[in-house]
Structures are given as C-alpha cells and as structure tokens.
C-alpha cells in the first residue's frame, strides 16, 4: 500500500486502519481505506477505468472523474439522467413489434474542464515529472479529491489540488475547488476553464453490449456570457432536447490576475493569467449547473442555469462541502455495512453503496440507469436490474430514491401500456431496456420475451411499500403499477388445469423462449397477489382503474394455480419446463478464453443446453424463498450452482444469497468477494464503460439477505445472520417504516451471536432463524446463532469457481 | 373471355377447349388455354404481375415479361442465375454468428428493350389508341408472343408483333422476332435496340419478406460496336462479379433503313430509322446473349458473350424455335399432367410445371431460387423448398435439372462446413438462404435454427439416387451430402433413453426454437438411414470422406432411437414435444385483415400459442408416411388442419396431398387450385415480386402424391389414386430409372378405376392402394379404385378455409 503522502492535510491517505493487506484481484495504484477509494500515480492503462470508478453524480447528472486539465483522457464524460438522443435500429430481417429506433445516453457539455499552462506547458502529467499524483474518492465527504506535485518539461514546479462535488442537496449544482501553488519563483500561469460541448469520441467497439457512439449529437443553439459567468445551450438532433450548461467563479490570486470570459457554439471559456511568487497559490471555485427539457424554451432553461449558478455561488463552497458531508453522514448512519477481517472488501461494499446511492439519490422523475451515470455502457439504458438488485438496498437505505425510481417506472406507464397493446396483451408491458420508457431492445428473444422485467417493478413496488408504510404511493402509483402489470401476466399466460406462462424468457438469459419458466411463473404469481391485495386495500384506486371483483377473483385463480415446473426424476425444480430434459454443456471441454460464450457460441447452441448465463432459479429461491423447503433450495442450488457460469454481473450476488442460505458460507464470502469488486477489480473487463450499479446493490444484499439472512415474504421481515470464516463481525441496518433496525453478528471462536437493536422507532417484530424476536426501545436482543447444518460440497463449472479470497495480511 | 382476335395466325389464342369457364379467382384479362397462359389488353394494376407471369427462363438467365418497347414497366428485370451483389446486414443487436453480409440477385443489363417510335410519337399503350393488345406465354413453344395494333396520337397506325424466346438448347442465347406493319401509308419508323444496365429501380418495400433493393448495382468495365452487334461489360461494386451481355441484329426492311450501332458505360444501341408503306412490314431479329464470372477477365467473358452471340446468328431464328418447341415437346411428351374436368386448373398446372422447368432446366452449377429468375423478392435466395418441392418434379420429369441442383448443394459444400464449424457443430450446416452458399439469414430463429434445410437437401439426394438409379452421382456428390448431413444431426441431437434434438425450429415458422420437432427428428432419421446406406453402398467413397463403422453404427443408433413427440392424452402426435399443451390462437378474434400474422402479430405471441403457419407434421406424414398408421394420419390431420392458417405459400400443396390421402379429396381439390394458382390468382399479393416456383413445384406434387396417391419412402414407389368430385379423369407420368410409366384414373359414374402403363422401359412394379402391380412391355393394367372410407369433416381456423372452387360452367 502506498498511500501516505501527507502533503495535503484534508487529504491524508494514510491507511487509518494501519495495514497493508493486498489480494489477488486489488488492482494496481488503488488503496485500501475504510472511507475512501484512493489512488496514486497514473497508468496509462487505468485512465478509463479511473474515469468510471472516480464519477460523481447525483441521480440527476453524473461527471466522470477524468482529470480537470483534460488529459490524458479516455472518455470525459458528463451525462444528464434522461437526457438522451434517438439513433436509427437496424435490422437484418424486420419483424412486427421490433423497435425501429433506439435511445442513447449524450455525453453532454463538460465543465470539468480547466486547462492549466504552467510557463509555455500545458499541464499534463505525460510530460515534465510527476513527484506526487494522489486522486481518492471521499465516501463520507461525498468529494473527488487530488494532489499532483509537478515540474514543468521547462523546469517550473507546482502543486496543484482538487476538490470536485456533485451536490446532493443541490441537484443541479457541481463545484470545483482548484488551487495551483508555486513551489518555484515567478511561475507565469494561465487556466483555461471551460464548457466544451461535443467532446471527440472515443472509438466504437463491436461487442454488442456496448453503447452506440454518437458523433456531435449536440446543436449548439445558444451562448452567453458576463462577468466571470458563462452558459451554452445546445439541442439533440433527433430527440429535440434541449440542455444548458453553465459555469461561474469565484477567484482569488495574491497578486491579482488577467481575465476573460467568451462563449459561443461549442465552446465557453473562462480564462486566467497570473504570475505567483513561491509558495503563494491561486485558487478558483468553480460552480457548474445542469439543466435540460424537451418542452422549456432556451430563454427559460438558460434562466434556469444562470439561477442555479447564482444559487450556488451566494451558498459559497465551504457551504456545499458541508452540506454534502451532513447528507453522507445521514445516510451512513443508517445505512452502513460494517465487516470486521476484509478492510479490502469492507471499503469495495462501502464504494458499491456510494455509487448506488450516487446514480438515484435525486434522479426525480427519471430512471436508474444499469451504469447509472458513469459511462455510456449499454447505452445508458434502465433494466430490470435496478428494480431488483438496486432497489432493495435503496428501499431499507434511502427509501426516497427508490420511490423516485418506481415515480418514474409510472410515468412511463402510458409507454408500457401501449406496448403491451402493440404485443397483442393487456395491461403494461415495461421495456427491457429503455431511457424514456420505450422499448429498446434489438433482439426480441433475450429483449421483450423477458417479461418478468414487470414482475421486477411488481416486486419492487410491493417491497417499497411494505417497507415504508407509504399509504400515499400505494393508493396511487403503487396499485396502478401493481394492476396493470398483474394484468398483463393474465393475458401473457393460460389456464390448462394449471395457469401456464409459455414462450417467455427468464433472467437466464442462456435459455430463451421456454414455457414456464419458473422464476417468471413464481413472480407472476407473487405480482397477482400483491395486485389483488393492493386493489382490496385501495378500492377507489382499484375503480379508477376499473378493476372489478371478478378480476382480482381471475388473479387470484391464477397465482393459486400457477404452474411450477419440478423434475421428479432428478427432485429437483426445473428453470424451465423440461429444462432439466436438455443436453448438457461440454464445460470440460470449454475453454477460459471462450467465456463470456455468448461472444464465442451462436444462441442457438447455447438456448438448448443445460448452460445457465446468470442466477435464475436461485433467484426465485431467494426472492420467493417461502414456496420452496429447505432441502429443495439445498437440492436445487447445487443442481444449478453446477451449470451457471456467471456471464453476468448479476449472478454472484444472488448464488452468495442462496449459498449463505444453503449453508455454504465460505462460498457464498468468495461470491460476495466477486459481487463487490466487479469494479474496483474490473473483473468483467468492462469497467471503462461504467459501473455495474446492479452489482453494487447486490453488494448490500450479499450483507443484508446473505450473511444477514434477511427476507421480506409478503412484507414480513425476518433474519438468519450468518458469518463465514473469514469474517469477525458484521454489521447492517435497515429502515423499516419509521424504525432502523441494526443486526450484529459476531464470532467467538466457533460461536457466532447475533446482536437485534432498534436505532430509531419504538418497536419491530421479526425472527431469528424462525425463533420471534421482539424488539422494544433501544434494548439489544443478543441470540445465539444456531451452527451450519451439515452440508454436502456444490461445484462450479469446471474454471468457473469463484476466486477464493485470501487475504494476505 | 375475350382472347380471340385471329389477326396474327400464329398467335391464334382462340380456346381450343372452345368453352368459356371463368372462376372467382381467375384474373381480369387473362385468358383460359390448355396450353398458353394468354392475356388481353393492357391493365396498369397487372403490368407488374404480367412481367412476372410472362418471365422467359433457362435456369441460367432469365427475362421478365416487361414489353420491349420498356414502358409500361414496374420490373424489368433481367437475372443470371448465381450473379448476385453483397450487401451489409445490419443488427440492432449483434450476435455471435450472425451473418454480416448478404447476398442480394442484381437486375443486369436488360436486352429485351426495342423502344420503338412511330412519327414523333413513342410506341407507349398509354398514349394513342389501342386497338387490340395481345400477349401469351406459350408452353409449347416456350415463346412469349405479342400483338398489338395501336394508333399513334397523331393517327398513324401500326401492327407490332414480337415473340421472344430464352433458349433451353443454347444456355446463353436470348433471341426475339420483332415486326412492325404498316396500316397507314408512310409510316416513319425509329427502332432503338438497347441494352440498358442500372436501370431505374422501382420502389422498396417494407414488408421483411422482400429484397434489399440495389441503387446501380453496375459499374462499367469495358463496350464494344460494330456492325449490328455490340457489347457492354459491367462489374458489379462488392461481389467483384463480371458479367457481359451482348446483342445482333438481323434486320429486314423492304425498301431499306437507315441504322446506327453505339456502346458505352451503361448503354449500347442499334438504331434503326425506316419508311414504310402501308401493308410493308419491318422485321428484326434481336440476338441476346449473356455470360458471367468471378474470375474470367474482361475480355475473355466478351469474346464468350460474342462467341454465342455469332452461334445464335448462325443457328437462326426458325432453328432456335425448333429446337425450343423439340426441347419442350420432349418434356411434355413424359411430363405433362392431364386433368379432364377443369380448363382453368389444368392451364395452372401446366403453367406451373413450365416455370419450374424453365427456372430450372439449365441452371448447371447455380441452385434453384424461391423465385426462379422472375423476380427480386427473397433477394433471389435458394432456401429449402427448392429441395422438397421444386426437385421432386423434377426427379421424376426432367432429371437432369435435379441432379444440376444437388451438384450446386455439393459444390457449396466448403460453405456448409465451414457454417457447421461456426455454429460449433460437425458435417455441414446448409444456409437458410443463400445464392453462393454462404448464410445469408438474417433473423436466426428462422434461419439457422432451421437445421431442417439439411434434411430437405438429404431427402433430395436420396430420392434422386432412387428414382434415377445414377450411380455415379450415388458413388459421389450423394454420398458426401447424405454423410455431412448425418454429421451435422449427430452433433446436433443427444442420446437420452431416445435421440433428441432440442431447441430447433421446423418447418412452421410460427412455432420456432422448440426441442423434438417432429418432422426434423423423422426427416434426420431418414438422413441417418440413408446415409449409412449410402456410406455401404459406397465404401470407397466412405473411406474418403472418413467414415467408420463406428460412425455408421451410431448414425442407425440414432435413427432407431429418434424421438418422436406423442400426445397419449389427446391421441395425436405433437408438432414438437409440448406443443399440444400450448395455449390455443383465438381465430375467432382475429379478422381477416390481421392475416398474415407475422405482419401483424410480434413472433413472441405467435410462437407460443398452437397457431401454425404451414404444414410441419403434415409434410412429415407426407415424406414419412410409412411411420404414421392410417388412423393416425387422420386423427393428426384433423387436429393439424384446425389450427394451420396457411400464412405460407409452401402449406397448401402438402394439405392438399394429406387431404387426398385422409379422404378429404374435395378439400384436396380445393387446395390444388390454390396451390395452383397461387401465381395466376395472386393469392398472396406478391406476384409482382417473382414467381413462388416451390408452389408451382407442389401443383405438380398435388397431382401426383395427392390424387395419385403416389409415394417413395425408402425409394419404393406406390400409388393411391382417386379423383375429386369435380374431376373426371387425371393422367400423369413419372419417369423412374429408364421407364416412364403413365398413371390415369378415370371416373365413371361412382365407380374410379386407375390404368397402369409403361410408356418407356420394360418392366415396374409397384401397388396400387397397397395392391402389388406388375408392370411389363405397353401391357395397361386396369384396376378399381376402392371406395374412399368414410370419414369425418376436418375444420380449418376460422376464415381461413380455402376458397371452394366452383367452375361455372
């Protein structure tokens, strides 16, 4: 480890936890701290990786945390949450129903930007010597911080610091700390600070999960600026949206400074000239405001800027920094995981819930994107994912940002409808991926097949409002999100005996089109429940949407007779009907280099095995757990566990779950391992491209549902903590309603006791492995954990088994 | 019907049958003949349809029906079978073997263009007066015959005849007879004689099933004039394909004209300007030829297309219709199929079996498109029809156009391979569509989940060998296609208990990606067996091709353990395994204008419900009969009939043989003449776009396997024959090895007696429904047909019954 330096008091990276333990998969200049993500030096290789691990971003715009000189740079970019452009969908053989255009995400105008000359040299730490380059993201402090000690290629040296933030108390306000000081006599300096709009591209890439590159997506369509202040205005081609972009500063130089302002086009520049004797500094504040509408005029949105600018500058830095740190403390304080005997996994949990919390805290009317707004991956598009594996940790966290998200699955509602009618069904049909609540999806089998994209919102909708209590959201947008997706399930499926959901796909996405696919079917089933429920306790809503007592009977009928598909022959459940029936797949004989399969096998080849990309039934184990004996989730899970190769991001998270659950706890911490450090340890190769915000949020899951045990059937809260072997103690809280529940767990030699406490709220009901706990007041409930059942071994695929983390201490 | 005019006594379209039939079906203007197809007058709606109807072919190279005088046109198309352009197939998503080319046929340079001028007015039939306009399409001559007489706007009048031919004898050769006859004193006449390449397009289309549409296709290489002939050579932008197209003159005036000869870039043209007087006729034979090659240079391909060009000159016009009108003698002589009792279906069928030949009968080297050479629609793909509907026809009339197919499917063998390598599979995966081999697919569940291609190819094969006895073929192209097909089954299916073979698509493409589809398990058990026979018929060559003993013996493990999907509940066999526990379409609810679904309908409702687009089992009973009981076979048809919409051209023919074999023989009669005149009545709205050689293929079948009840499982040839109501005697001839024997049923009163005979060869056996048959010398052997059995009524979906067909006599 590598990071004491201590030229910069606010920034001390020296380790507070003192140790320099290091693992296999800690990637290189990155260091190990409770609170912060922390870097040093520059890899030419790590700039893009850099770029995503740094962004801030507030749910409603997002920066990449590329440097403010500009370079070196992969992709600097800067998204607005629902800001997005329209591009054509091609298709080799069109078919009814396929999408004909999709939706990408814009880099938009960067105001990152503040270009330093330092004599005649450009600063830019390819060139001259770098002494000292330290960058780290606060977690508590909600700011990317950094320290460069330089000397110029002509020999001038300077320090320069950064602080950057993306407000969240804000929502439309960045601001930039940014101090040059000169460690060498009479340094001339000039600062270029910036909005550029239609920054150059990187290059586009054939892997079909990548974004589509758009070229100059932005019109300019208007420019302003006075006094130290600046705003571009700039429109999307196709989508006929139209964004502002502002910039204002505040500058102090000892010795006084040249400058200038100018705007116009793609370009507004704030500029600087300064002379500064040794060891004097000059330090600019710079504030940044975002705004965009489809309908708002450019006079009113460039109003709406320059106010957020002046908004900013009278709350002044110092204000906004402390703001920032009152929102994090917050949210920490009730929202924090705490691991005793992984300071690495500890710190990647607590980076996975900053950045899960970072891309929703203020979305407000828009969605939460699968890389939320940290690069252009996937087209910055939504999925299922954010309602199922981001949005429980928000709803127990921060349960604001989840009720925004399911505001916005509503408003999109009249999308899905329309959907669900163009596809011949009833009710809702929500888009597999989407920005504006169209379907996006070019491949229809592993797109709109996957319907349990709606059971997703279902399950999200039902959580937050048993979670919550939020009696205003259930009576409105929770049962009509709730009714129209039920509906669509009875129009999707059949009665034949058993109700049947046929031709669908699960989230494996490995197989497609199969005939009830259980995941699917036990959603569904859990979706008309919570509708018929929903609508009982909501009457007037339930006839505004029309929904009549014989409708809420039809749904019922259904979930009680929802066909779950079970291999007699193997006493197993089977993923699909007959899926149990299929080949096997020749894993032996499947090399390293051909995963992921899908770049390396047709579809076709891998529909028909018995070959899982990503957690499915496990799924339904963990979502649906109440439906399935302990012995069939022992059964099923190694049944599965042998045949899933984890081609997604999404599976670890859910196999920790299952296998924390199953028994298999050293299993389910290597997963956990895996799940939190898919990022920081880019194991998925694509980190460049964003974050795998699904991922993070299952970081809390593996805490709060793995190794907490935690389940909420039916809106009912229960707990089975758990550690593994490497762990001494974990620590989680939840909200729930007005309370925050805090679970302990704790290990003593081979004992382990778990530790029940109320933080807030009166009192709450739950179990501990089965056994009623009631808590009351702020008294601790301490139980024994009952120990591991016997279990046999579950094995992977053959080079599929997780990393074993061993931490070299 | 308005087809006689008795100007031209070669033309003479007066009906011969001297009756005047006319159906709900029958199109407006064209004319009932035995042996012509005739139209009357010009009818903007049908010019589209009339330049496909009258599509002069060779298999090589083929002319659409466009006037020479070139307008009106909507099409007027020239192809070269196997001259194609390649164009991007674009993805929304893309996929691991998705193919990114492919292959679209090219309109070449047109040579049928004689603009003719007649004073200042150009010969147009939507100007002027039309005094009579009239064309056939002659199937014994095999000559596509005009007559017009018209009177310019400015009141000079003029007869034009022409009759054109496209060679059978001489494969390059094109040749036309143009007349022009003064009916006013001094008519000042203009002939323009052009070969015109990169002509206009018309319009695309939206509807997925048409072709990619090429903007100048054709860059110029090289032209050359001089005397009466000229040359222009083209190269076509992506392919790198040559072509040559070249044109002569004979010309005779009888007081002489004035003419010209020019060439280059994309135009060459014959001028000629002439007085005539009033009764004087000019005449000119127009010589066409045309040639092409990967890799022949500039001026070998031009000296080849000037070769024939001076051959055709040479041979003459009347040598060229003798040898046509011999060519076609000799087909019809052991071809034609004889129907008393209904004028207009036996022009149907004779039309039809005339356009299969023509697409057909020399295509040497090149395969057999969906369209022929009469349109661009499917891009001017070969895809599996040609295999099973187009080829058995020609196997058993004209064997040689058979063989020149498979030779074309051994040729593209290395593509087939090397497709099998791509999709991880052994052997050889035969593309969807394809001109040169290579996949061309651009929508995988319809494409190469559709593995069934290859069966189709392996069923071709071995039927051919049967039915010809071609040993050299057998030893060679055959036992390669049956052994690589096999090979890709075995790679394809796995053993558990039975061989299955999962996640395929059949022959319905409203049901896609199932496992155990039956018809690809029973048409891969057939392949197996037939290439294990094959393989020890022919050691030498399975030695060559590595075959085992090992691999012989598995390929008959295979076959004997194929799974063949049973419904014990419901008593019938299932399309593929589950398939009858589907959810049922609701018919009821979907009107006619929904029809075909797959414009309508997205394919994840369609694939999931029990709605089938065309025959699947039914072919399967078809082609395996002998595996299917009789009860069976009626039990399956009736539950198969009610839920097949026949949104496929490719249906009806096999319902139509399954009908007559179950004995529904009306609705098998029905559905000949749908079949039949799929073209001619324009049933599926796209005549315009090409012929639908497969359904012209099945007209042939109809007669044959339908009312002649003629089968050839496992090489043994059968027949059942039995006459529908309307008919009272049906005649037709197979050739099989060096026999041709002739199979007529005739009615009298209620009784149905069939009559055996040899028309080549000395001695057959066969059965007749069931009966042994001993066929020796010209020996007739008279039989009764026996009662048809009693049988309950089948049902077809709601609205989608065929159209009875009531001749109003």
Redesign the interface.
């Known amino acids: 480890m590598t990071n004491g330096h201590g030229q910069h008091p606010e920034q001390s990276y020296a380790g507070e936890t003192g140790d320099s333990i290091e693992y296999a998969d800690q990637r290189r200049g990155y260091g190990i701290h409770p609170w912060k993500l922390t870097r040093s030096g520059l890899l030419p290789d790590d700039v893009a990786a850099s770029e995503t691990l740094f962004t801030l971003s507030n749910g409603h715009f997002g920066m990449r945390g590329s440097l403010e000189e500009g370079e070196p740079r992969v992709v600097p970019g800067t998204y607005i949450n629902g800001f997005y452009e329209q591009r054509p969908?091609?298709?080799?053989?069109?078919?009814?129903?396929?999408?004909e255009s999709?939706e990408t995400v814009v880099n938009v105008t960067d105001g990152k930007l503040i270009r330093l000359f330092v004599g005649d040299s450009p600063f830019d730490l390819r060139y001259g010597t770098t002494h000292s380059h330290e960058r780290a993201l606060d977690l508590r402090t909600g700011t990317l911080d950094r320290s460069t000690e330089w000397t110029s290629p002509n020999g001038q040296s300077v320090r320069v610091t950064s602080r950057r933030l993306v407000s969240f108390v804000h929502r439309s306000l960045a601001a930039i700390e940014y101090e040059v000081e000169a460690l060498d006599d009479n340094v001339y300096l000039a600062i270029y600070s910036d909005l550029l709009a239609n920054e150059q591209n990187a290059t586009a890439s054939?892997d079909?999960r990548d974004a589509a590159v758009l070229d100059r997506p932005l019109k300019s369509e208007d420019s302003g600026a006075r006094g130290q202040q600046a705003v571009l205005l700039h429109r999307t081609r196709r989508s006929k949206l139209r964004m502002a972009a502002g910039m204002d500063h505040v500058l102090e130089v000892p010795q006084g400074a040249e400058t200038t302002i100018e705007a116009g086009g793609d370009l507004a520049r704030y500029t600087v000239t300064a002379q500064l004797p040794k060891g004097s500094k000059l330090r600019m504040i710079k504030y940044l405001s975002y705004g965009w509408s489809h309908r708002r005029s450019t006079p009113a949105l460039r109003d709406q800027v320059e106010a957020a600018l002046a908004v900013g500058k009278l709350i002044g830095w110092d204000e906004l920094l402390e703001k920032q740190r009152a929102y994090l403390d917050e949210f920490w304080q009730h929202a924090d995981v705490e691991i005793d005997g992984d300071p690495g996994l500890q710190q990647a949990i607590r980076v996975s819930m900053f950045h899960v919390l970072q891309c929703s805290a203020r979305a407000e009317g828009q969605g939460l994107g699968a890389k939320g707004l940290s690069g252009i991956g996937y087209d910055g598009h939504t999925f299922w994912d954010a309602d199922l594996f981001a949005l429980p940790m928000l709803t127990y966290t921060k349960p604001s940002a989840a009720r925004d998200h399911l505001l916005w699955r509503r408003n999109t509602l009249p999308e899905a409808r329309a959907r669900a009618a163009?596809?011949?069904?009833a009710g809702a049909a929500f888009p597999w991926r989407t920005i504006t609540g169209k379907e996006c999806?070019?491949?229809?089998?592993a797109g709109?097949?996957a319907f349990h994209v709606n059971s997703a919102v279902a399950n999200a909708t039902a959580r937050y409002v048993a979670a919550t209590g939020d009696r205003e959201f259930d009576a409105g947008a929770g049962t009509e999100l709730l009714t129209e997706t039920a509906r669509l399930w009875m129009s999707l499926g059949?009665f034949?005996g058993a109700f049947?959901i046929?031709?669908?796909t699960g989230p494996d996405e490995y197989t497609?089109?199969v005939?009830d696919n259980l995941y699917t079917n036990v959603m569904a089933q859990a979706n008309l429940t919570e509708a018929a429920d929903a609508c009982e306790r909501n009457p007037g809503t339930a006839s505004e949407l029309r929904v009549t007592a014989e409708e809420i009977a039809e749904w019922r009928k259904a979930a009680a007779a929802m066909a779950i598909p079970y291999d007699e022959k193997l006493g197993v459940h089977a993923q699909s009907?007959?899926f149990t029936?299929?080949?096997e797949w020749d894993f032996e004989d499947t090399a390293d280099e051909f995963y992921p399969l899908?770049?390396?096998?047709?579809?076709?080849?891998i529909?028909?095995?018995q070959v899982i990309k990503q957690a499915d039934l496990a799924l339904a184990m963990q979502l649906r757990g109440d439906l399935f004996t302990p012995e069939q989730k022992a059964r099923n899970f190694a049944y599965y566990e042998a045949r899933t190769v984890r081609d997604s991001s999404l599976s670890a998270a859910t196999q920790a779950v299952l296998a924390a659950e199953t028994g298999h706890l050293d299993l389910a911490y290597d997963y956990w391992a895996e799940v939190a450090l898919v990022d920081l340890g880019d194991l998925h190769g694509n980190v460049d491209d964003g974050l795998h915000i699904a991922s993070m949020g299952g970081s809390w899951q593996v805490a709060a549902c793995g190794f907490g045990g935690m389940r909420d059937h039916g809106g009912v809260i229960s707990f089975a903590p758990r550690l593994p072997h490497a762990l001494d103690r974990l620590r989680f809280r939840i909200r729930s309603e007005d309370r925050v529940v805090e679970v302990q767990v704790t290990r003593t030699g081979q004992e382990q006791t778990a530790t029940y406490r109320l933080i807030e709220g009166e009192s709450f009901a739950t179990t501990h492995h089965g056994q009623p706990v009631e808590l009351s007041g702020s008294d601790a409930v301490e139980l024994a954990v009952p120990a591991v059942p016997q279990v046999e071994p579950v094995t992977q695929p053959a080079r599929r088994e997780p990393t074993r983390r061993r931490p070299q201490r």
Do not use: C, M, N
């Open positions: 969908l091609p298709h080799a053989e069109s078919g009814y129903g396929f999408p999709g054939s079909p163009e596809l011949g069904l999806s070019g491949y229809w089998p709109t097949a059949h034949d049947h046929d031709g669908v497609a089109i005939d009907e007959d029936k299929r080949d899908l770049l390396h096998y047709p579809y076709f080849q529909y028909r095995k």
